[in-house]
Structures are given as C-alpha cells and as structure tokens.
C-alpha cells in the first residue's frame, strides 16, 4: 500500500508530460464535420431530413419558404443527408463542430426562398435536372413548363389538356342518357 501512496505523490510532483501542440490539432483528410447548406441550391425536397438517422436535420415550409434546420449537437457526421441530397446543397465542413454546453445550443436554421409559380404566385418545389432526367427520358418543353408550376396549376393545365382531347369545352357537360 506504501508504493502506491509513494508513486501517487511523485506523479502529483512531476510537471504534467503532454506536450501542447501550437494552434489546433490539423484534420485529417476525410473528416466530416457538421453539414453545411448552399440555400441556392437547396430545392426544398426534404429528403435530407428523412434520411438523417439523428433528426439533426428538419424541413419545414415557413410563409412561403423552406426553414432547414439543423442541430450539430444531435448530429452523427454519418453524411447520409449529403450523399442523398439530389440538388448538391449539402457538404461536410472540413472543421469540427465548436464545443456547446447545453442541448440544442448550436442549432441554426435558414430559410431557403423557394420560386414562385408564374400562374398563380404561390411557393413551387422545382425538380433538379437529374431528377428530370430519371422521370422522363427526354423531357419536352410542355413537360418543362409544367415543371415550373405549381401543383394546383399544374393539376389545372392537366385537366384542360385532357378535356381538349376528348373534344369536351369549358362548362360543358355530357347528360345522362
């Protein structure tokens, strides 16, 4: 019990034997730090948020716009949301995330304004060309166009698109025979 009691007080005398690096530590190729968000090339699909094992990430619309959230505090670095993310938005700082006390304390969000439709002015979720181009093999420009709108213009194109071909006008109605 004495050569414990001996070894413990020559260690508590000894200076202490880490050696303070100048600066910070340098990152190692490959690290992934928190994820950062190019809000213009966000397309607001929500993809990275269900894919996200930690819900670090959410989607919510906000007033005509797109609020990404994200809480590197609950974040697992897996990089899942950036190897799914289908506009290229997302990337991996290079940087670890800073030291937090509380839960929650690091979390940001930012609001991704999303294009408005040129019918009725309201909020349009565009598709990105990969997108485009694993739905249609070669997209026409009618296909384009309704790309650009939004749903319920869209549905509104559709139906009179599908009226004109079966020879039916505006208001008008077949009777029952």
Known sequence: MSSILRLLARNAARAPDTVRLPGSVPVPDGYRGPV????????????????CVSDAITGDDVRGAYAW????????????????????????????????????ELATQTLVALPRCPGCGRAVRLATEPIVRAAFAEPSQATRALLRVCERCRRRRLQRGMAEAAGVADGEREEDA
Do not use: I, K, N, W
């Not at 950062?36 to 894919?51: D, F, I, K, N, W």
């Not at 990089?79 to 030291?99: E, I, K, N, Q, T």
């Open 36 to 51: 950062r968000l190019e809000p213009s090339r966000c397309v607001a699909c929500g993809l990275c948020a269900y894919v």
């Open 69 to 104: 959230g994200y809480d590197p505090g609950r974040c697992t670095f897996c990089a899942r949301c950036v190897d799914h993310c289908p506009g290229g938005a997302l990337s991996m700082s290079a940087a670890p995330a800073p030291a937090y006390a509380r839960p929650g």
